[in-house]
């Protein structure tokens, strides 16, 4: 069975700074990791998904996350927030083989101040 | 193209009630999926549809809850005596490979 755990349920930055937000998974089998994004009152969105090849994936709205086996972890990062990044952030994982349902975090709130 | 969609957007029951939701794919997307959020929660998964068949019904939380699909096309979701325990943003995806496409969800109230 998969797990992942999104250490921080909120994030509270200002506008144009830095932001990571941090997931670790667990699993007995290799994964798919995936970000989702769900701005209010809308339904999920994705942002990055890393399949294979190069650890650093490149998503939309410049996010970027970076996979990194040895402490199975998938963290989200993005060098200047914007206001419009406000949005609850969701990591996921499903195994390899035989991918079907995705396992998701609990979630990060993130809130982006003026 | 056009999304995932899903209806009603809102629903409100009384307890005990039985409840019919939604889901149209992406057409030509195969696979189907359930999830539940419950509020300030993660999306918990419910089923898991490859065209008509369901291979994972393992996240179904009772016998009062199923679903059933279409070929490889609409879904409805049945929640039969509705408890307050149900209420909850339902969600539907769908895929053709590895990345699943989500609707905009059902709110579901049990009053």
């Known amino acids: 069975a998969q797990s992942v755990t999104q250490l921080d349920s909120q994030v509270p930055v200002f506008e144009e700074a830095p932001v990571e937000l941090r997931c670790n998974y667990s699993?007995?089998?290799?994964?798919?990791l995936f970000w989702y994004v769900q701005y209010p009152n809308q339904g999920l969105q994705l942002l990055l998904k890393y399949l294979s090849g190069s650890t650093l994936v490149k998503g939309i709205n410049g996010f970027e996350a970076e996979f990194n086996k040895s402490q199975t972890s998938f963290h989200l990062r993005k060098p200047s927030v914007h206001i419009s990044d406000t949005a609850e952030y969701f990591c996921?994982?499903?195994?390899?083989?035989?991918?079907?349902?995705?396992?998701f975090g609990q979630g990060t709130r993130l809130t982006i101040n003026p | 193209g056009a999304g995932v969609s899903q209806s009603p957007s809102n629903k409100v029951t009384e307890k005990g009630k039985d409840v019919e939701l939604r889901c149209d794919p992406i057409?030509?997307?195969?696979?189907l999926y359930w999830y539940r959020q419950r509020l300030g929660q993660g999306l918990e998964f419910l089923i898991y549809f490859q065209g008509n068949s369901a291979p994972d019904k393992s996240g179904l939380p009772s016998d009062r809850f199923s679903a059933e699909r279409t070929g490889e096309s609409v879904s409805t979701l049945t929640i039969q005596r509705t408890q307050q325990e149900d209420s909850a943003v339902y969600l539907c995806?769908?895929?053709?490979?590895?990345?699943?496409?989500f609707g905009p969800g059902t709110r579901l109230t049990v009053t």
């Open positions: 996921a994982v499903t195994r390899i083989q035989g991918a079907q349902k995705l396992v």
């Open positions: 699993s007995s089998v290799s994964v798919y």
């Open positions: 995806a769908s895929s053709l490979e590895l990345t699943q496409y």
């Open positions: 057409s030509g997307h195969t696979a």
